[in-house]
């Protein structure tokens, strides 16, 4: 996961980070109908993959705001039904009573800002390499060859 500071018009900053991992949920905020298709606003819940040289034993996981009408609602939706894996972008915005001064930093991100799916791609995946492999080995394959 890889993480940067950014400013907007205003000069405030504001938190970007983006990485790998998979999409666990696709939800409407403020209905308790798990398909109401008259959200105006999804949860994008994205199990992330563990950052180089931490555990994989802990989770983490993002969960950006995202709009019904925008393109990357439909790519969300397409990596949960399909379970392929993402290179996801989110953006953390303060809330408006957070005063600009404060570096973003400093803030609680859970309490103090809210998330935006700014990016959602499929990870590339390489073609597989069609190798012959051979039943056995002979016994002096090995020799000269470390």
Known sequence: MQAWLEADDAGR???VRSGTGVV?????VGSDL????????????????AP???PGAIRYSVHPLVSSADPLFAAAQAALDDVWAVEW??????????PGDLPISSLNLATDA???LVGLDRVAVPEPVDV???DYLPVGWLEGRT
């Open 34 to 49: 798990p398909a109401a298709d008259t959200a105006a606003l999804y949860r994008v819940e994205i199990y992330c993959d």
């Open 24 to 28: 666990t949920a696709v939800v409407p």
């Open 89 to 98: 972008t989110v953006q953390w915005h303060r809330f408006d009573w957070v």
């Open 132 to 134: 012959e492999i051979p």
């Open 114 to 116: 809210h998330a935006a």
């Open 52 to 54: 180089h040289g931490r």
């Open 13 to 15: 900053q504001y938190m």
